[in-house]
């Protein structure tokens, strides 16, 4: 069964600090990796995704992938008390549909 | 990113009464439409996959006529939920991916919260 694992949270960092969000995955044949952000009450709204190696910097989010060590994260840099959410990874399945495994989300906590 | 709606966003309801959602992709077409469920404080949970003009495939517990999805087009898929109880309270959201392959990433509706009284 394809896992995805996060820690659950919550992961509390101080204003303009950098927010290190983690996740790991069992399938080691899974290609693409999505990180989505998620607001209490409201639907996931995707934030990144990354396919290589290395890493994606998008303005102040960085993706980080090893697919070796099978782990990927996600770097928040200067956390706003907006960035306060529940990220959830997800990993590509190859099999059927594509359909995407889902984290349970690490809720972040920003505090001002 | 691509944009997906849902209606309605809020639905209450008496047991035993169905329940129709609609799910709209506004700006793209979504070959693939994808219905989840998620209970407070819970994951997602994906309860179907569906192709436009294909029936859905269901994920293992998902009743499938319990849950009716429709995928008429690439632009809309329905998911009815039939004699709904207490326990079908939930938030519903559905997500629209475009085109082929294995790397295309999924969009997200707002959801749709129902209440089964």
Same mark, same amino acid.
């Given at each position: 069964?394809?896992?995805?694992?996060?820690?659950?949270?919550?992961?509390?960092?101080?204003?303009?600090?950098?927010?290190?969000?983690?996740?790991? $995955?069992?399938?080691?044949?899974?290609?693409?990796?999505?990180?989505?952000?998620? $607001?209490?009450?409201?639907?996931?709204? =995707?934030?990144?995704? #990354?396919?290589?190696?290395?890493?994606?910097?998008?303005?102040?989010?960085? &993706?980080? =992938?090893?697919?070796?060590?099978?782990?990927?994260?996600?770097? #928040?840099?200067?956390?706003?008390?907006?960035?306060? &959410?529940?990220? =959830?990874?997800?990993?590509?399945?190859?099999?059927? $549909?594509?359909?995407?495994?889902?984290?349970?989300?690490?809720?972040? =906590?920003?505090?001002? | 990113?691509?944009?997906?709606?849902?209606?309605?966003? +809020?639905?209450?309801?008496?047991?035993?009464?169905?329940?129709?959602?609609?799910?709209?992709?506004?700006?793209?077409?979504?070959?693939?439409?994808?219905?989840? +469920?998620?209970?407070?404080?819970?994951?997602?949970?994906?309860?179907?996959?569906?192709?436009?003009?294909?029936?859905?495939?269901?994920?293992?517990?998902?009743?499938?006529?319990?849950?009716?999805?429709?995928?008429?087009?690439?632009?809309?898929?329905?998911?009815?939920?039939?004699?709904?109880?207490?326990?079908?309270?939930?938030?519903?959201?559905?997500?629209? +991916?475009?085109?082929?392959?294995?790397?295309?990433?999924?969009?997200?509706?707002?959801?749709? +919260?129902?209440?089964?009284?």
């Amino acid at each position: 069964q394809k896992e995805v694992e996060q820690n659950s949270g919550p992961l509390s960092v101080p204003e303009g600090a950098i927010a290190s969000l983690n996740c790991t $995955y069992s399938d080691r044949g899974s290609q693409s990796f999505f990180w989505y952000r998620q $607001y209490s009450g409201k639907s996931p709204e =995707l934030i990144m995704f #990354i396919y290589s190696n290395g890493d994606k910097e998008d303005g102040r989010f960085t &993706a980080q =992938l090893n697919k070796a060590s099978q782990y990927v994260s996600l770097l #928040i840099r200067d956390s706003q008390p907006s960035d306060s &959410a529940t990220y =959830l990874c997800a990993v590509n399945s190859r099999s059927g $549909y594509s359909t995407l495994t889902f984290g349970k989300g690490t809720m972040l =906590l920003v505090s001002p | 990113g691509a944009v997906v709606s849902q209606h309605p966003s +809020r639905v209450i309801c008496k047991s035993g009464t169905s329940v129709k959602i609609e799910c709209r992709s506004l700006d793209f077409q979504a070959t693939t439409m994808f219905w989840y +469920r998620q209970f407070p404080k819970q994951s997602l949970m994906l309860m179907a996959t569906s192709n436009e003009g294909s029936k859905a495939t269901y994920e293992q517990g998902v009743e499938k006529d319990k849950f009716l999805i429709n995928h008429a087009s690439l632009t809309l898929s329905t998911l009815t939920v039939t004699s709904a109880h207490p326990e079908d309270s939930s938030f519903y959201i559905c997500s629209g +991916r475009a085109g082929l392959g294995n790397l295309g990433e999924q969009f997200f509706g707002p959801g749709t +919260r129902l209440t089964v009284l």
